[in-house]
């Protein structure tokens, strides 16, 4: 054994040496690049006083990063994110002017900003140089992970034997966008796991071993109708999406238009769940949320939508996910390396495909390079790294969202080079975790996920030339602007953006209560869902008195060629749906005679009749136009690939889960609904044998 610690600290000191003299070296190569930065006097000294000036300040920068470093973020805590990530430049900046001056031989300086860019680069060539050399050395590669990922939680219970559980949430890709990225071989790491493909490191399809064994299976699931973030996250985390018919909504009890990636509503979303399940979420015994919109009722949160608008405090410092990360000054450099990478990446990507003319297209300039770089790197890095921290430390249940293919996939399509990219890039990052799991203190089971799909498709303002807001507007005999105004997209990364830059909950440019006179109707866009409401009417009107108001409205909307189906409530049948040439299919015929649902496939009947029983459904809610053929619908938003609606891809997302916990469903059931896929995720907690989540009764039984 003393033999053995021995060699480990004699390994360890080498590593320590490299990774000095390649300090030294990068000092040197830079001070003859940089006209502001030089270790000799103005009078000029000898190679080896110069070579020394080198060493001892690329000694003394090491040893202040070391032992200064993380003690200066532990005082950043309370910083945003994406704040705390800029200020990692200056503060390494300061440590490297603070050993020039603390060098002997008194002849080394810098300019303040020549500092930040020096030091930058000792960090991440340093950084680059003890992972290449630790490479091959577990014990040097697990310790390493251990100071990335914060693994200690101070004051906390012994960690248990038992399985943990990660779940995992590839935001927005769908089953067969999935199982088509195995195929192609762009996913080896879920290839791995599903046996088709050998991976490297697992210890399975070597030379001679036959066939890779599975190790997860893949299962489809299908969302509400409302097959978007909010909802699908809401009943996952916490057991309940009722009553939250779309991504956005008008509340005609509050005057209030409910938007789920804004943080108030996603707080009021998360409170009204937790008080019709009597539960605090998936997470409450010992668990993690990293970049959802609600917390799951964990205790560890670190971009979480729902906990954006409350004062900063212990609670919000999201401590294991920024501390992990930018504890290493050298993850930083990397990740602001990557992110103008990412920004050039989109503005060639934009370009080629304005040059080509491809169509259909949206817009991508303005702040949204900036927006998917933080989607795709940022975001990502700092979840990735802050599971990686609740591995490590033991956590009984983590919850993670990845949203970058979603954001890359409303604006480039879900379908094509620019997303196949950024699945590469998420597999990499399941990858990691994966390692992860092998050096943490207890076996962890890894579950992946998606919330739903993407639909591709042409905006219906690009079709047409209107808007469904001007459709309307011609509808009720109202004046219809002569440009067609855009509908913004309302992208998860967006909203992450926000809540890292701790920017103010009620914006300017956002609207909470609708403006204009009452009488005119709101009109709002979930993708290719449509809700409309009459704000001056206090109850959810009725096809009667739509049609008694706006004789005209509801025949142009179920007429119209972009337009799939509505639903309105009746006062002769509860509910009907609409369709072209007059049809009108009361809800509980639907089964009989589909009507207009026919193009939506099995489950649409339910998943209409679901919504119409909340209590803000809209006086109007529309479907756009589906094509069963190649699966195209038209967003009411600009988007290209888009969901929240029915048609297509969307509502079709994924399950990915060990073999060594019990089936989802049965092989001759279904998974349907948000609110299955958590009674399935709760079942898996139980089965690892962990602190059991209190609670006895079902949600949909104690709501009942």
Known sequence: M?????????????????????????????????PDFRLQSADGASATTIAMTAAVGAGVFGVLSALAWPLLVRLLLLVPALVLGLLVFFLNGSLLLLALRLNPSGQSEAAPETAVIVAAVMSAVASATGGALAVRDDDAYRRRLYRLADRRRRGGAACPATPGTVFLQLDGVGHDVLAAAVRKGLMPTVAGWLGSAPQQGRGQGRAGSGAPRASHRLTRWHT???????????????????????????????GEVMVCNRPTSAAELQRRAVERTGDGGLLSADGASRGNLFSGGADEQALVLSIATRRRSRETRSRSGYFAYFSDPANAVRTA?????????????????????????????????????FATVVERDVVVAAVMGDMLAGRTAVYADLVAYDEVAHHSGPLGRDTEQVLGRLDRALALIENVAEHAPRPYRIVVLSDHGQSPGETFRARYGLTLGNLVRAGCGLAVPRKAERTHSGAEARAAVRAALRRPVEESGERHRPTGRRSEPIVLASGNLGLISFPDVPHRMSKE???????????TLANHPGIGFLLVRSEEHGGVVLGAYGAEIPLDQLDRTPGPLAAFGPGAADAVRRT??????????????????????????????????????????????????????????????????????????????GPQIPLETAPEERAA
Do not use: C
């Open 612 to 689: 119409h029983s909340f209590p803000h459904t809209a006086d109007i809610m529309v479907n756009s136009f589906h094509d069963p053929a190649d699966g195209e619908v038209l967003a009411f938003e600009e988007q290209i690939g888009s969901h929240g609606g029915l048609g297509g891809a969307q509502a079709r997302p994924f399950l990915l889960s060990p073999l060594a916990l019990s089936a989802p469903v049965e092989d001759d059931e279904e998974l349907i609904g948000a609110e299955h896929v958590h009674r399935v995720l709760r079942r898996w907690l139980r089965e690892s044998n």
């Open 337 to 373: 390396l990557s992110f103008v990478a990412e920004v050039g990446r989109e503005s060639g990507q934009s370009t080629r495909a304005r040059l080509r003319q491809e169509r259909p297209r949206v817009g991508r300039g303005g702040l949204y390079p900036l927006v998917r770089a």
């Open 545 to 555: 008195e739509i049609d008694a108001r706006h004789p005209a409205l509801l025949t």
């Open 224 to 254: 509400d109708w409302s097959s978007q973030t909010g909802a699908s996250q809401l009943g996952i985390l916490h057991g309940s999406n009722h009553d939250v018919p779309a991504f956005r909504w008008y509340e005609k009890d509050t």
């Open 2 to 34: 003393r033999g053995v610690r021995w060699r480990r600290a004699v390994s360890q000191a080498g590593r320590s040496v490299a990774v000095w003299g390649v300090s030294t070296l990068t000092m040197l190569v830079l001070a003859g690049i940089l």
